[in-house]
């Protein structure tokens, strides 16, 4: 699997729109970006993921570059339970192809 | 939404015992977990695959003498951690991916709420 890079801490203002970077440079052709987050002690939640094309749920929008060897996670209005460790990783969705974490972007929302 | 559960959430043990985790899938069927450590301030590490029906499958450097691998039903996996030390002290998170067959609808894995072990 691909190896992402992000940075390692982030702070964001309640209220405003979160905008979590991260490289994957060397992402092949068939697999997803995912994004999980940690919230302290708890296990990680599945935020969105993609392939090519942007994404958005009720969490969260994915924006993934035309070359895709970037993407950007975006929270549009965050408040201060968004406040975790926020997790890219690239994977080929097969079952049993496993989730590689790296070290994360620790985002603190602050009032 | 799929729920994966652990028990128990935490655990403080003697050093020299053992200590059994549950993972189980509450609403759904999974012929795949996994299972993970994470030590403080630190990311998820890998430990092994876990295979209804199967061997387990671990991660280089992971001692599988050590780490007991059971998945005795498409429900639930248990990981015992054998003669536990304080260095085995961590928080263990196991997660599942519905599906019993070859492929999943499923795109993600869901994940439990993490067991921390103390050792003592």
């Known amino acids: 699997d691909a190896k992402t890079t992000q940075p390692t801490s982030m702070d964001c203002a309640e209220g405003r729109a979160a905008n979590l970077p991260c490289n994957h440079s060397t992402i092949s052709g068939n697999e997803y970006v995912y994004w999980y987050r940690q919230i302290h002690s708890q296990g990680p939640q599945y935020i969105i993921h993609g392939l090519k094309n942007n994404e958005t749920n009720e969490m969260a929008s994915l924006i993934i570059t035309e070359d895709r060897k970037s993407s950007t996670l975006i929270l549009p209005h965050a408040t201060l339970r968004d406040t975790a460790v926020y997790y890219c990783?690239?994977?080929?969705?097969?079952?049993?192809?496993?989730?590689?974490f790296g070290s994360g972007t620790k985002l603190n929302v602050k009032p | 939404g799929a729920v994966v559960s652990q028990h128990p959430s935490w655990v403080i043990c003697k050093s020299g015992t053992s200590v059994k985790i549950e993972c189980r899938s509450l609403d759904f069927q999974a012929t795949t977990m996994f299972w993970y450590r994470q030590f403080p301030k630190q990311s998820l590490m890998l430990m092994a695959t876990s295979n209804e029906g199967s061997k387990a499958t671990y991660e280089q450097g992971v001692e599988k003498d050590k780490f007991l691998i059971n998945h005795a039903s498409l429900t639930l996996s248990t990981l015992t951690v054998t003669s536990a030390h304080p260095e085995d002290s961590s928080f263990y998170i196991c997660?599942?991916?519905?599906?019993?067959?070859?492929?999943?609808?499923?795109?993600?894995?869901?994940f439990g709420p993490g067991t921390r072990l103390t050792v003592l």
């Open positions: 990783i690239v994977r080929v969705p097969l079952r049993f192809n496993k989730f590689y």
């Open positions: 997660s599942a991916v519905p599906g019993t067959s070859g492929t999943s609808s499923y795109n993600e894995q869901f």
